[in-house]
């Protein structure tokens, strides 16, 4: 084929370019022409591949097949949204890192082996994190450390991964696999800790709240879903993750009800549809992995939207926390309509995006007789109705009257949010054209039959009725300033704790036995300091006499070695 | 335009009980229907289990939240200076 | 013209500084002209470098017969891949070194010592050169001990500093002349036992005796640990890291590129291409002293590093880690253990230059090197700290550095011999270095600058970012560590071609 | 018991060389005088150049001087040469550690090499102060 660049390396080659063009309207042109001129590559690019030596090894930096382009193709319109949400801002730090960011995920996306992959997966992490460390501050900077050791993690895995398929198999070639050999699952669990899966999620809810207003946005559209495209690369139909894919539905549900930083709710709701779609790829029949595709590009659309309105509340109160929100339906109308336009997309409204993507999972589920699966499915996608379809738009702009009259959000960041909730709607209304580009055909799959949309209509309704029952009766519970402890409290606090005490208190294991293992280490630390301190054997300036003994010695063994 | 309709939302806000009374009559419409095209043969699910089941985890879901806060929640600044959680927002 | 080149190649890479510095030293004493003189002769000889390298990236091998007669009576200088690339990387090392110098000379040396140095760089430079280049053992040995002599001189050129300097260059010629002489014993054995110095000439002679003969033992085992010395390889290292710590910076920068890379590259050309694997001391014994020596070296070095809190000594610990990992390639005796070597020490060669350079840039504006009074320094250094913090990358071999792709070969040679505990050591040494590397960055970037330096003269001036002449030099090393790392023609099909001749020769 | 016997009779060069070389390379382990060192260094390396010359000689063979005879037997002159440059070396070495030691002694104000080691040790320490 014809060596095309690929819309990544544009968006990283352009990232490097973005700190030598002026702050201010010249700037953000070109960070919105970047994407625009990917899409157009997009178009250009015809299915093939690249196939390149790297260090001796036949690895393909770049593949374009169905898969890909339509991760790319959602890539490339969410990058362009962000930065057109990004317009005001004049931080070069995060405007390389978002680029580089994206440039990355772009170029993972078209990755044909796993060594490709894993200098664009930690490039992912990389960019990543400035976006959070752009926020600055104390917090901001432990949250970016303990989320880029997360994401490193998963790139190690990745690596180790790797290195161990070419040993078995002699080839670095990323395609579907299965959870046969240690490769398989290092790579399968690196790829896990990018999607989220349980007791591997907490980074997420950790470190998107923690993000600029501009860089969660970001933040929400790839590192997740690139995650989401590996799978369906590498392990579709892999039984497994119905299974996970069901528990990451089901339990971020619960906190996203009690949560107050709405920011947290979207992200504990983000980790919910990244449920939805692990079950499509393990269910894994062309139509479910096709759901999960789809599904990730709406939700690309959705949540970013619900980011971008929440972040517009942000930028002009100041804060996204649900007791200092309420009754800003008059200030910010239309900031108000995008959200709920986009609450309902993510509730899997008829006519919206979320229903068309939706949809083909669970009537997969139910056709491949998970019957257990479906019904939790259906208890989590009520769940989610509960809390970004009806939580967020009602707790920022209506509930009770937070006395805050602010302006509308500006023009840029409406226009962002205009465009995005377009789509939503679009997609619901004409789902054809999105079904046109998944990687498998859909037939004559039409999510729009009576039984789906009237079981839809009247879950959706009953858990509308549920909560306006529960508000009337007074039983929901009310907002508060707090935080909620997750499995994160284990590393955060137990382990860090249990590190930091020493002559404290029982905390959980015994004071007793960690001051004991405390002892231990100070013994082992002091000794190995002596011994590589000043003056100690393995320190600086040791005398010429004792080297020259050890030459004696080595030379002795050397030749007992030879003559043994 | 825009005005009209933060005066309708005032309205409604001012009046939820309206809300919930319109909402629980499209939801009945919303059963009848289902019940209808059910015996009318139109598909064979099962009538009128997605509006009880909706409604019956919803109320679980979120009494079980409530009861989970009781055990998860900790103050804003439980894990300060290391996270955000606690850290003034930065004014626009 | 060119073929003539090709002809004359071989002996202009090193005649030409080898000749120049007793010039310098006769006819000028200002520093400016001899350092000026010293940078023509490298570029030149780094010219003749890179056309050997061209010449020889076919697998030909160039052989130039000093004075005319043929060998194995004449000298011969035999130039093939791995010759080629050696020559390169010292020459390219004594080019960067420099253009670096000068600024940096200017500052730390007194002026009546500054051309002293870059007669000594020069001529260290020639006898590193010439290692490489001569295919006569003797004439190693000599060459050896020119470029030792004058390392033991630069390094010494660092007491006005500190006086450690002179505590190290005594404990370093003391082992370096031991292990020379060592050398010595076991190239007399070899010219015992077959009555020649040529090594191709050897290599003949040896495979036609027969196998087991004690005194080919010991000449074998004379020259692995003299050889071991100069490279420095556990528990041999003593006398590096304060040699490197305390150096003008410009010769650590040097030597710590080029010198135990040549020791390196001597060792390999015994082991491989004289002896040969089969012969001698040859398979188990080998892997039996090789790996556990260069493991152990890795976990130890990276230890003291961590422990250390001088910056210039913590990279000159990380030094003999990194030398482990080369010597863990060679001790793994397969084609994929020479080629990672190989790629790494290119890739070697080019981050540590770069951060001793940053170091040397740094030790240019404040005296101290104390981590605690690099504080802040990135605040007031911006372009030194980004090519270090880039070069530091490489070093823990990040993704698109260099050290990535000799650390991934290397993992792979291991594992591909089924070694998975030795994979398991390279990565946690890899992590290591995060750590040592981690705690210089955090001081630079995120500490807060101490507002009084103890006993720093300089202290009351603000830092200032170094000048361009030094960032110049810095730069080009950090960009070719990265360039390296993504486009790994260079490399990667040098170490190929090394590989395939070795293995060749060790059959 | 003979071949004992054939190796000191035979190899008797041999046995001086290895006995002078662990000589010097005792003084260089054992003495802390570092002008003392030197000179043990010396002795090593020594006793390897006369290892060297001592083989070259062929018996019965006159110094290789070609002086148009039929059938003389000369000894090899190659060990000559190579020592000839090796003394060479040496002599370098020695110059250079004997111009260290002087600035040694003009830096630490002794060269005794536990005394240096120990003002070593307490530079080392004032580098060390914890940030």
Redesign the interface.
């Known amino acids: 084929m014809i060596p095309l660049i690929a819309p990544g390396w544009l968006l990283l080659g352009g990232a490097c370019l973005i700190p030598f063009i002026p702050k201010g309207a010249a700037r953000t042109s070109f960070m919105l022409a970047l994407p625009l001129f990917g899409m157009g590559l997009l178009w250009l690019i015809p299915d093939g591949s690249l196939a390149a030596s790297f260090g001796g090894y036949a690895i393909t930096p770049f593949r374009m097949d169905g898969l890909a382009r339509i991760f790319c193709l959602i890539f490339l319109i969410a990058t362009f949204l962000s930065a057109l949400y990004a317009w005001h801002l004049r931080d070069s730090f995060q405007h390389v890192s978002a680029f580089i960011y994206a440039g990355a995920a772009l170029s993972a996306l078209t990755a044909g082996d796993l060594l490709t992959l894993f200098v664009f997966w930690e490039l992912v992490s990389l960019g990543s994190v400035g976006l959070i460390w752009a926020r600055r501050g104390e917090g901001a900077w432990h949250t970016g450390l303990r989320y880029l050791i997360w994401q490193m993690a998963s790139g190690l895995l990745l690596l180790g991964g790797a290195l161990f398929f070419f040993r078995e198999t002699g080839s670095l070639a990323f395609d579907a696999m299965t959870l046969q050999s240690p490769s398989a699952w290092l790579i399968f669990l690196a790829f896990g800790i990018k999607a989220g899966f349980p007791l591997l999620h907490n980074w997420i809810q950790d470190a998107y709240p923690a993000g600029t207003i501009t860089g969660t946005v970001f933040l929400s559209c790839f590192t997740t879903k690139l995650a989401i495209y590996a799978l369906a690369r590498g392990f579709p139909a892999t039984e497994a993750l119905i299974y996970i894919g069901v528990i990451m539905t089901i339990f971020p549900i619960f906190y996203a009800v009690i949560e107050n930083d709405l920011r947290r709710v979207l992200s504990y709701s983000l980790n919910n549809q990244l449920g939805f779609m692990v079950v499509g790829i393990g269910i894994g029949t062309p139509l479910a992995i096709n759901g999960a595709v789809a599904h990730a590009f709406c939700h690309i659309i959705y949540k970013s939207l619900l980011f971008m309105s929440v972040g517009a509340v942000m930028y002009r109160v100041g804060t996204a926390k649900a007791t200092e929100l309420g009754g800003l339906y008059r200030s910010m109308p239309l900031t108000m309509i995008f959200c709920v336009i986009a609450a309902a997309s993510i509730s899997a409204f008829p006519l919206f995006s979320g229903f068309i993507s939706k949809s083909p999972i669970l009537s997969e589920s139910l056709g491949g007789g998970y019957w257990v699966v479906w019904f939790l499915l259906l208890f989590a996608s009520a769940g989610v109705f509960h809390h970004s379809g009806i939580k967020i738009p009602y707790f920022t702009f209506f509930a009770h009257d937070s006395g805050r009259r602010v302006r509308e959000a500006p023009m840029h960041m409406l226009l962002a949010m205009g465009i995005a909730a377009f789509l939503c709607v679009a997609i619901g209304v004409y789902p054809q054209a999105l079904y046109a580009m998944l990687p498998f055909p859909m037939g004559d799959y039409t999510a729009y039959d009576a039984a789906h949309v009237i079981g839809q209509l009247e879950l959706l309704i009953f858990s509308a009725l549920a909560f306006g029952f529960l508000m009337l009766s007074g039983l929901y519970p009310p907002e508060v300033r707090g935080v909620n402890l997750d499995w994160d409290w284990v590393y955060r606090r137990v382990l860090r704790r249990a590190f930091e005490r020493i002559g404290g208190s029982v905390l959980v294991l015994g004071d007793k036995v960690w001051g004991y293992v405390l002892g231990v280490w100070g013994v082992v630390y002091s000794v190995l300091a002596r011994f590589y301190g000043p003056g100690g054997l393995m320190g600086p300036s040791r005398a010429a006499g004792s080297m020259a003994l050890w030459t004696a010695i080595l030379l002795s063994l050397a030749l007992l070695f030879a003559y043994s | 335009m825009m005005r009209r309709l933060v005066q309708k939302l005032a309205f409604l806000e001012k009046n939820p009980r309206r809300v919930f009374r319109a909402l629980a009559a499209l939801g009945g419409a919303l059963l009848a229907l289902d019940a209808l095209l059910w015996i009318a043969g139109v598909y064979k699910n099962i009538p009128v289990w997605h509006g009880l089941y909706g409604f019956v985890m919803c109320v679980a879901l979120v009494l079980g939240a409530k009861a989970m806060r009781h055990i998860v929640r900790r103050r804003e600044d439980y894990y300060a200076p290391r996270a955000t959680d606690s850290e003034e927002e930065r004014q626009p | 013209m060119s073929e003539t080149l090709a002809l004359h190649a071989p002996a202009l890479v090193i005649l030409l500084p080898l000749l120049t510095a007793p010039l310098c030293f006769l006819f000028s004493r200002a520093a400016n002209g001899v350092w000026a003189t010293a940078l023509l002769v490298s570029l030149l000889s780094f010219l003749c470098a890179a056309f050997l390298l061209e010449k020889t990236f076919d697998g030909r091998v160039l052989s130039y017969h000093f004075g005319g007669f043929p060998p194995p009576l004449g000298i011969e200088y035999r130039i093939d891949m791995m010759s080629a690339l050696m020559l390169l990387i010292v020459a390219g090392a004594s080019l960067l070194g420099l253009l670096f110098a000068r600024r940096s000379v200017a500052r730390e040396l007194p002026a009546a010592r500054q051309s002293a140095f870059y007669v000594c760089y020069l001529l260290c430079a020639s006898g590193l050169l010439g290692v490489a280049a001569t295919n006569d053992a003797?004439n190693m040995?000599?060459f050896l001990?020119i470029s030792s002599?004058a390392a033991?001189?630069l390094i010494?050129l660092g007491?006005d500093r500190?006086?450690?300097a002179?505590?190290a260059?005594?404990?370093y010629?003391?082992?370096g002349?031991?292990?020379?002489?060592?050398f010595?014993?076991g190239v007399?054995f070899l010219?015992?036992a077959t009555g020649t110095?040529n090594m191709t000439d050897l290599a003949d002679r040896l495979h036609a005796l027969p196998v087991g003969s004690?005194s080919l033992?010991?000449a074998?085992?004379?020259i692995?640990?003299g050889l071991?010395?100069k490279i420095a390889l556990f528990?041999?290292h003593?006398?590096l890291?304060?040699a490197y710590?305390f150096a003008p910076s410009a010769a650590t920068v040097f030597l710590s590129a080029a010198a135990a890379k040549v020791a390196i590259y001597a060792l390999v050309r015994f082991l491989f291409s004289v002896f040969g694997l089969d012969f001698?001391?040859g398979g188990e014994?080998l892997n039996?002293?090789i790996l556990p020596t260069a493991m152990i070296g890795m976990i130890?070095g990276s230890?003291?590093a961590i422990?250390?809190?001088?910056a210039k000594?913590i990279f000159a610990y990380s030094s003999i880690a990194q030398l482990g990992y080369m010597m863990l390639g060679i001790g793994l005796e397969s084609r994929e253990g020479l080629?990672a070597s190989f790629?790494y020490l290119f890739n070697h060669a080019l981050a540590k230059s770069a951060i001793f350079m940053a170091l040397g840039c740094i030790a240019y504006q404040q005296a101290s090197m104390?981590?605690?009074d690099l504080?802040g320094i990135a605040r007031d250094m911006p372009w030194t700290m980004a090519a270090f913090t880039i070069a530091a990358l490489s070093l823990i071999g990040?993704?698109?550095t260099g050290g990535f792709?000799g650390k991934?070969?290397l993992?792979?040679a291991a594992?591909?011999q089924g070694f998975w505990l030795i994979?398991l050591v390279i990565?946690a040494v890899s992590l290591m270095a995060v750590l040592y590397v981690w705690r210089v960055i955090e001081?630079a970037y995120l500490?807060a600058p101490t507002g009084r330096r103890r006993g720093a003269p300089r202290a009351e001036a603000p830092r200032r970012e170094a000048p361009f002449s030094m960032l110049l030099p810095l730069w080009i090393a950090a960009l070719l560590s990265v360039y390296f790392g993504v486009d790994?023609r260079l490399p990667?099909g040098a170490a190929?071609i090394i590989a395939d001749s070795l293995e060749a020769a060790g059959q | 018991m003979d071949n004992a016997l054939q190796i000191l009779t035979e190899d008797y060069n041999a046995i001086i060389a290895t006995f002078l070389m662990m000589i010097g390379l005792y003084i260089v382990m054992s003495r802390a005088h570092l002008i003392k060192k030197i000179l043990g260094l010396n002795l090593f390396q020594n006793a390897v150049f006369l290892f060297y010359i001592s083989a070259g000689k062929v018996g019965g063979g006159t110094a290789p001087i070609l002086t148009g005879e039929a059938g003389a037997i000369y000894s090899n002159p190659l060990p000559h040469v190579l020592i000839l440059t090796a003394i060479v070396v040496g002599v370098a070495t020695m110059g250079l550690g004997l111009a260290i030691v002087l600035r040694i002694h003009e830096a630490y104000g002794t060269i005794e090499e536990d005394e240096i080691a120990q003002a070593d040790i307490a530079d080392d320490t004032r580098d060390e102060d914890r940030e």
């Open positions: 003797f040995f000599v001990e002599l033991y001189a010494a007491g500190d006086r450690r002179l505590s260059a005594y404990n010629l003391i082992m002349t031991i292990g020379a002489t060592f010595v014993i007399f010219y015992a110095l004690r033992y010991a074998e085992a004379f692995i640990v071991a010395l528990p041999l003593v006398w890291p304060n710590a001698a001391i014994t039996a002293v130890i230890f003291s422990f250390a809190r001088h000594r080629e790629v104390k981590l605690s504080h990040a993704p698109l792709i991934w070969l993992m792979d594992l591909a994979a990565a001081a500490k790994t990667v190929e």
